[in-house]
């Protein structure tokens, strides 16, 4: 089992920043690749970045690709999304998750654990 709890969200004009962190307790969090997603009201939960095992490969969703940035400190046991240049349409319930893999996944169904949550408003 892995226990995942998200922090760091909240309101932020456009154009401000945030950084999300995920805090993971149990299985060996530091041996899988893990990912963050989102969903807005009304609409399907969507990949925003993954980040593999070791930290050296990272994947972004085009929408957010030279915003944010993904990464893992795993001596911390803890990755973290930094998010700038934050645009309204940005506003979602952000999820990390860990993948029971050996790579990046981007498909939330290949994804075995994940947090409850976090959300993020931008106003604009």
């Known amino acids: 089992q892995v226990q995942l709890e998200e922090s760091g969200g909240g309101l932020v004009q456009a154009g401000g920043s945030l950084r999300l962190s995920c805090a993971a307790s149990g299985r060996t969090f530091s041996s899988y690749p893990m990912g963050w997603f989102r969903q807005a009201p009304g609409k399907e939960r969507e990949f925003v970045a993954a980040i593999s095992w070791s930290g050296g490969s990272t994947y972004y969703a085009d929408s957010v690709k030279g915003r944010f940035a993904i990464s893992r400190d795993n001596a911390k046991n803890t990755a973290y999304l930094q998010m700038n240049s934050l645009k309204p349409e940005d506003t979602a319930v952000y999820y990390c998750?860990?993948?029971?893999?050996?790579?990046?996944?981007?498909?939330?169904?290949?994804?075995?654990?994940w947090g409850q949550g976090t959300q993020v408003t931008v106003s604009s």
């Open positions: 998750a860990v993948a029971l893999s050996t790579y990046i996944r981007i498909l939330s169904r290949e994804y075995d654990y």
